[in-house]
């Protein structure tokens, strides 16, 4: 059911604010809002660290720990990793530029520019021109040489001379030198290609400290929760206040609750008014607190104002269920199968969500009984 709640108030001395604020939090029971939303987030350094770290334990899924195990901190490993996945991507993005640029110079060969460069200073010119097929016997030079076939109509030829210019069609036409060879965009793409594989080694090294990366997450973000507390509230010169709800059955032990952690502080409840958003708090009564388990899964939660159908679905759920198994042994199966399994699965799956898959079972059982009915066959009496 729906946990009835009011809007609280409480002041403190300044002095006391940090102690408010733990004690409020081992208290539990109120649901602090801030006075003003903008202020009330982490600092910056605590916010970029979770950042980091939420970032590379995503990127390190499925990376298998090999290798040395780096000496560095959690937060120093977070960084890294980081960093070389955002360098993976630039480079895999260049690697794939690389190798479209070979391929359109595939008709070069391993052809290398420092190679036309030579022949130049030795006085001997080597131009390239687009010929048609017809025509490629009408070039008049010193040497003339095809070199590849462009397409079905035209060849790339190789003109060479030493004197003069090469006599030409008119329908020839000339065909610049690459502004890189061949060879050279394939030894630079070797060489990323290596430091991609040499990227993927410190990952793995890097993933031995995936569970220090955790652990320093886990206090990050509870270090967070205090700090944006303490920044939801009012401070004045001397008093402190937060805002918040609390269950209503709390009038009469909230401020009890704090003077008994020596904390002297005022406190004023009222009940919400129309235009309010009180959080919800259901509570379930115990025999139908195995509904929450399947209300966790699908992320189901009624608002403050609707009707909860927790109890409701807790007795047709396991009905409906069982109507639609229709069979006794298999209830059965169920039942004994979740009972005897309990303790492995439901670490996994969630104690509630077991428990109400055993209610199932054990409902198709009695189903069974009802209708007699047991895998598939009917039992009649004599």
Request: proline share 5%.
């Amino acid at each position: 059911m729906i946990v009835p709640m009011k809007k609280v108030y409480i002041a403190a001395r300044v002095a006391d604010r940090d102690a408010l604020i733990d004690a409020l939090g081992e208290l539990g029971v109120v649901h602090v809002m801030p006075v003003e939303p903008t202020r009330a987030v982490a600092d910056e350094a605590t916010a970029d660290a979770m950042e980091q770290l939420r970032t590379a334990l995503a990127r390190l899924t499925g990376v298998t720990a090999a290798g040395e195990k780096p000496e560095m901190t959690a937060l120093e490993a977070a960084r890294e990793v980081n960093q070389i996945i955002r360098g993976n991507a630039e480079k895999s993005n260049r690697l794939t530029v690389l190798h479209q640029q070979a391929d359109k110079l595939a008709l070069w060969g391993d052809v290398r520019l420092e190679q036309f460069k030579q022949l130049a200073e030795a006085g001997v010119q080597v131009s390239f021109y687009m010929v048609p097929n017809e025509q490629v016997g009408a070039i008049e030079a010193d040497c003339v040489e095809q070199v590849g076939q462009i397409d079905k109509k035209q060849v790339l030829v190789a003109v060479v001379t030493r004197d003069g210019e090469p006599t030409v069609p008119d329908k020839v036409k000339p065909v610049e030198l690459p502004s890189r060879d061949r060879p050279d965009i394939l030894a630079e793409a070797a060489q990323i290609d290596a430091e991609l594989k040499a990227d993927q080694r410190r990952l793995a090294q890097l993933a031995h400290l995936a569970p220090a990366m955790q652990r320093e997450l886990t206090g990050l973000e509870e270090k967070a929760k205090i700090t944006i507390a303490t920044r939801s509230g009012l401070e004045h010169e001397k008093l402190y206040a937060v805002q918040g709800w609390v269950p209503a059955d709390m009038d009469s032990t909230l401020q009890d609750g704090l003077s008994e952690k020596g904390i002297e502080a005022a406190v004023e409840m009222i009940k919400p008014v129309e235009e309010d958003e009180p959080p919800t708090l259901i509570k379930y009564p115990k025999w139908a607190q195995p509904i929450e388990g399947l209300f966790n899964i699908l992320g189901t939660v009624a608002g403050y104002k609707e009707f909860d159908v927790a109890i409701p679905f807790m007795i047709a759920l396991p009905i409906f269920a069982a109507i639609l198994i229709g069979d006794g042994g298999y209830g059965a199966l169920l039942f004994f199968g979740l009972l005897l399994g309990y303790k492995k699965l439901a670490p996994k799956l969630g104690e509630q969500f077991i428990k109400l898959l055993i209610i199932v079972g054990g409902v198709s059982l009695i189903w069974g009984f009802i209708c007699s009915s047991f895998f598939c066959l009917l039992y009649t009496s004599p």
